[in-house]
């Protein structure tokens, strides 16, 4: 049972370093008179990124395509973040809850039993959401559902039933 999923691809698109590499590279290429068309293909963004970084590169230089987040510094550090991720792969039940099921309450106590830092449930889902995590409903089952004889329904009944309903549909 796991409500939230982890898709890994997705947090290193929105990592903050990478973006400011790619600006970076774009003044680079900018200085090389290379056209903001050209800078745009190589990078694989849009022109109007690439633009708003020429205007930005024009005015500031290559200060300017810098990472300038207002605000203080995030306290959840990358360094913190890995420990984070690696402590909710495990699961619930190694962090010590009866049962397998992941709230935003259990990851935040999660969090501040990790890392000392505490989060509000709505902090918690937005940072589940930038690292590409997904609301899951659980899987319910029944406790004493008898798995032999739900296949050999499957194989034997389910087969009849079928055969039984196409001879009845009109052709």
């Known amino acids: 049972m796991k409500p939230f999923i982890i898709h890994p691809s997705t947090a290193s698109h929105h990592d903050a370093q990478a973006l400011e590499k790619r600006r970076l590279k774009a003044g680079k ?4 008179g290379i056209r903001q068309v050209q800078v745009a293909h190589r990078l694989k963004v849009s022109r109007a990124a690439v633009h708003y970084w ?29 420990k984070v991720t690696r402590a ?9 809850y ?5 709230t935003l309450a259990r990851i935040a106590d999660t969090i501040r039993k990790k890392t000392r830092i505490s989060y ?3 902090q918690v ?17 029944y406790r004493n559902r008898n798995e032999t004889a739900i296949k050999r329904w499957k194989a034997e009944v ?12 009109p052709a």
Request: proline share 8%; charged share 30%; glycine share 10%.
């Open 98 to 102: 009866d049962t397998n099921l992941r």
């Open 29 to 32: 290429l900018f200085e090389k």
């Open 88 to 96: 909710l792969a495990q699961g619930p039940i190694a962090a010590g």
């Open 125 to 141: 889902w937005y940072l589940l959401r930038s690292l590409g995590w997904t609301s899951q409903k659980p899987e319910t089952r």
């Open 120 to 122: 509000g449930t709505s």
């Open 158 to 169: 389910w087969p009849r039933i079928q055969k039984k309903g196409q001879k009845a549909m």
């Open 54 to 82: 020429y205007i930005t590169w024009k005015k500031k230089g290559k200060e300017g395509l810098r990472r300038n987040r207002p605000g203080p510094k995030p306290q959840l550090t990358e360094k913190k973040l890995v």
